[in-house]
T-cell receptor
Framework: QQQVKQSPQSLIVQKGGIPIINCAYE??????FPWYQQFPGKGPALLIA?????SEKKEGRFTISFNKSAKQFSLHIMDSQPGDSATYFC???????????FGQGTELSVKP | NAGVTQTPKFQVLKTGQSMTLQCAQD?????MYWYRQDPGMGLRLIYY???????DKGEVPNGYNVSRLNKREFSLRLESAAPSQTSVYFC??????????????FGEGSRLTVL
């Protein structure tokens, strides 16, 4: 069973737009929420991460918003660029054992 | 600066054949993982090894076996391949100590097709 649900499955935006990718989790025993970025033919790589005691984290054009009570978190990409076109995965780490559970992924395309 | 190296990158098997995917990391990480990636399913954990000498099942372990050969190497074996195992397989590693931040370092993947 998928404990982390991600939406949308795909997303197309124009250059300069602000794509938003949403994730929801079911298990309250998660203690760390990273986002991974994957380019075609490559493995995923860590993009940005947040802990549940923080409501927002920003790194450059990428921002994570975290709503602990709703068990939801989202990724916003400001001033998106064609080079941001990739598949994005949210994930949640179980505080027992440290396994990362991934969402289904969102394929983002930023049109020039 | 190799990081996580997987071999082979591509493989085609017939149903019932066996094969082993190899993975090695040169970052002195303690934990290693095998994931499979399928469209619409994201990355699903097959097996992981929190430290040398230990292995544990993930979300989808059926049909697979693993061996943590030493601290650097973690192999995934398909004893009798089935078409449902057609996927892209990723090996990953992490520091996995008490200061574990959750960052996984992935290889570039092994694309397996079972006919």
């Amino acid at each position: 069973q998928q404990q982390v649900k991600q939406s949308p499955q795909s997303l197309i935006v124009q250059k300069g737009g602000i794509p938003i990718i949403n994730c929801a989790y079911e298990n309250t025993a998660f203690d760390y929420f990273p986002w991974y970025q994957q380019f075609p033919g490559k493995g995923p790589a860590l993009l940005i991460a947040i802990r549940p005691d923080v409501s927002e984290k920003k790194e450059g054009r990428f921002t994570i918003s975290f709503n602990k009570s709703a068990k939801q978190f989202s990724l916003h990409i400001m001033d998106s660029q064609p080079g941001d076109s990739a598949t994005y995965f949210c994930a949640a780490r179980a505080n027992q054992g440290g396994k990362l559970i991934f969402g289904q992924g969102t394929e983002l395309s930023v049109k020039p | 600066n190799a990081g996580v190296t997987q071999t082979p990158k591509f493989q085609v098997l017939k149903t019932g054949q066996s094969m082993t995917l190899q993975c090695a990391q040169d970052m002195n990480h303690n934990s290693m993982y095998w994931y499979r990636q399928d469209p619409g399913m994201g990355l699903r954990l097959i097996y992981y090894s929190a430290s040398e000498g230990t292995t544990d099942k993930g979300e989808v372990p059926n049909g697979y076996n693993v061996s943590r050969l030493n601290k650097r190497e973690f192999s995934l074996r398909l004893e009798s391949a089935a078409p449902s195992q057609t996927s892209v397989y990723f090996c990953a590693s992490s520091l996995g100590t008490s200061g574990y931040t959750g960052e996984l370092f992935f290889g570039e993947g092994s694309r397996l097709t079972v006919l």
